[in-house]
């Protein structure tokens, strides 16, 4: 799809993203404003949370929100793909796989310039409920270190996380 355009979110996209969100995710389903307020909050995080949109036409279908975690200057950079929402009407477009490759190598490109302690790689993140086969499917295309943990964390439901490493290579370290 050439016509699909990824980018690092903006202020003025957070309503398009609260609208997404609010109609793809349980949470806010129905609920707007709700929706909305979570959004802006997270928004304001930046930089332990970015967000990035896929735009189509000039209209903001899609997004992907990553959580760093741990702080800046690991040695191993842990960032988690926390959502990824596709409008319905263009879901099955495979825009979900274009934004998580575009987040990142956009992350890893900026944990580069601010972090200069890594030492091999950096690694990325998602968190799927076991039992959701297609969403597992769909990130181990990406995530190909597979499944490397579970959990049972939000109600009762059982989660596996699914990893991969990037690897970087980075100047010598001047002590």
Not at 21 to 44: M, P
Not at 63 to 74: C, E, K, L, V
Not at 136 to 148: P, R
Request: charge should be neutral.
């Amino acid at each position: 799809m050439s016509d699909v355009v990824l980018r690092r979110a903006e202020e003025r996209d957070i309503p398009a993203i609260a609208r997404i969100n609010s109609t793809v995710f349980l949470g806010d389903r129905d609920r707007a404003e709700g929706a909305l307020e979570w959004i802006g909050s997270i928004f304001k995080s930046y930089p332990v949370y970015q967000y990035f949109v896929a735009e189509l036409g000039g209209e903001v279908v899609g997004y992907a929100g990553w959580q760093m975690h741990g702080g800046f200057h690991r040695a191993e950079p842990v960032v988690e793909l926390d959502q990824i929402g596709i409008d319905p009407t263009h879901q099955g477009k495979q825009l979900a796989p274009q934004l998580t490759r575009f987040g990142m190598r956009e992350l890893a490109d900026w944990l580069k310039k601010k972090n200069d302690r890594i030492e091999s790689h950096i690694s990325f993140i998602v968190w799927a409920y076991a039992l959701n086969f297609n969403a597992i499917s769909v990130y181990a295309k990406d995530f190909t270190d597979g499944v490397c943990g579970m959990r049972t964390q939000f109600g009762q439901r059982a989660e596996v996380m699914l990893r991969v490493r990037i690897p970087i290579v980075m100047p010598i370290r001047k002590e």
